[in-house]
């Protein structure tokens, strides 16, 4: 641990918590369950505030992103910072809506849409720093550095592409067990094409953001 009095470490899911708690242990280290789109209030009270507040590649995940801003100032000391990455735009969103048109999995594209952020319909790297620069404003911070990396490729090929859309999508964990298989099936079977479909028709196919923000 770095110096300091605390870490609080968050996550949404129980089960990932659960391992961190037994796979790295430390004393100065807390874990804790947290959505960071939802109310923040009782959090808060438990824990107060902090000097620095770190995300890493979970915004993305996050419907409601200006409130997840709003609730990561509040979260913040004055002269307090945050360092935010997360993903614009992914592969990975594109083949959970397509799984959504299909039969069986219609029936859960509500869940499949609200996993799919704002940003991965902006194909325009300029909008995507102004989208984001707005996120920041509105939270009250100020920007001290904001960068958007872009890639035309994934680091993933395309093996590897279908195991990370099978460990991401959120339908795959809710699915009764007697579906599951079909699932998977299904993405073994079309996540390939979907893949070489939208690497060709995209212009801006992989974006993130590192974001470096105070609270005045």
């Known amino acids: 641990c770095p110096p300091c009095r605390r870490i609080v470490a968050t996550d949404f899911s129980a089960k990932m918590l659960e391992y961190a708690r037994e796979h790295f242990p430390h004393p100065k280290i807390e874990y804790r369950q947290l959505d960071i789109g939802l109310d923040v209030e009782q959090f808060l009270a438990e824990h ?3 000097q620095r507040v770190y995300s890493m590649r979970t915004l993305h995940w996050v419907k409601d992103q200006p409130r997840a801003f ?10 307090g910072e945050c360092l935010l990455l997360f993903l614009g735009r992914c592969d990975v969103f594109d083949f959970i809506r397509r799984m959504a048109k299909l039969e069986p999995w219609t029936k859960y594209s509500d869940v499949c849409e609200n996993a799919v952020p704002k940003t991965h319909d902006i194909a325009d790297a ?3 720093k102004s989208y984001v620069e707005n996120l920041v404003h509105s939270a009250g911070l100020t920007l001290i550095t904001l960068d958007v990396w872009q ?14 859309f099978l460990m991401t999508n959120p339908v795959l964990p809710i699915l ?6 079909a ?3 299904d993405a073994r079977k079309h996540v390939p094409a979907w893949r070489a479909a ?6 801006l196919p992989f974006a993130s953001f590192v974001v470096h923000a105070s609270k005045p």
């Open 48 to 50: 107060g505030t902090f």
């Open 176 to 181: 009764p067990e007697e579906e599951k298989e």
């Open 126 to 128: 300029a909008e995507l």
């Open 198 to 203: 939208y690497h060709e028709n995209n212009p």
């Open 70 to 79: 709003a609730n990561i100032s509040r979260l913040m000391t004055p002269g």
């Open 151 to 164: 890639r035309e490729s994934s680091f993933l090929d395309t093996e590897k592409a279908v195991e990370m």
């Open 183 to 185: 699932f998977t099936a």
